[in-house]
T-cell receptor, first 115, second 110 residues
């Protein structure tokens, strides 16, 4: 399967600051990338879908002004958590997809802790 | 309303003790049903895609099957390294998004 990387793997930031997470598709061109959030002992919750070169589509209840997503190329998508607060602490995972089989290949995740 | 339910929530097996995990779904239109394995602190790892009722796929000790309302992940003679959370995700034919079930946490005891 395809290889997807995320950077950083973990980050600690202070409340009120912004954090950017990068998601890279290393060996295939992903027309679509997805961002998920996972709280402890819970499943993955889809936050948004981004298509290369266009605005992201956010799931209901996800604040688009707080979670800024940019998908500038077929291999890179970024998620910026703006004015982070402790309740934003979570495990953020991206995936790359958009192929004819609809499979998604996931990154290793980024652990965000907001103090 | 589209729903995905996985059962059981947790399963403890002795090494070699076969069992099945269930994924029940109620969706308006299914493009495909995906199974993933997730280890703690890591992203999900792709296992299988099933597209139509009656389809089966196998990989080592795992076999996935699909009906119109549910999918099963059969684990034959599991080993401790099969311990993980197994997630199913229907993909709706209205788009390409996945909506994950709550997962089954499998522990295989040596």
């Amino acid at each position: 399967g395809a290889v997807v990387s995320q950077h950083p793997s973990w980050v600690i930031c202070k409340s009120g600051t912004s954090v950017k997470i990068e998601c890279r598709s290393l060996d295939f061109q992903a027309t679509t990338m997805f961002w998920y959030r996972q709280f402890p002992k819970q499943s993955l919750m889809l936050m948004a879908t981004s298509n290369e070169g266009s605005k992201a589509t956010y799931e209901q209840g996800v604040e688009k002004d707080k979670f800024l997503i940019n998908h500038a190329s077929l291999t890179l998508s970024t998620l910026t958590v703006t004015s982070a607060h402790p309740e934003d602490s979570s495990f953020y995972i991206c995936s790359a997809g958009g192929g004819p089989t609809y499979e998604q290949y996931f990154g290793p995740g980024t652990r965000l802790t907001v103090t | 309303e589209d729903q995905v339910t996985q059962s059981p929530e947790a399963l403890r097996l002795q090494e070699g003790e076969s069992s099945s995990l269930n994924c029940s779904y109620t969706v308006s239109g299914l493009r495909g049903l995906f199974w993933y394995r997730q280890d703690p602190g890591k992203g999900p790892e792709f296992l299988f895609t099933l597209y139509s009722a009656g389809e089966e796929k196998e990989k080592e000790r795992l076999k996935a099957t699909l009906t119109k309302k549910e999918s099963f992940l059969h684990i034959t003679a599991p080993k401790p390294e099969d311990s993980a959370t197994y997630l199913c995700a229907p993909c709706l034919n209205t788009g390409n998004q996945f909506y994950f079930g709550t997962g089954t946490s499998l522990t295989v005891i040596p």
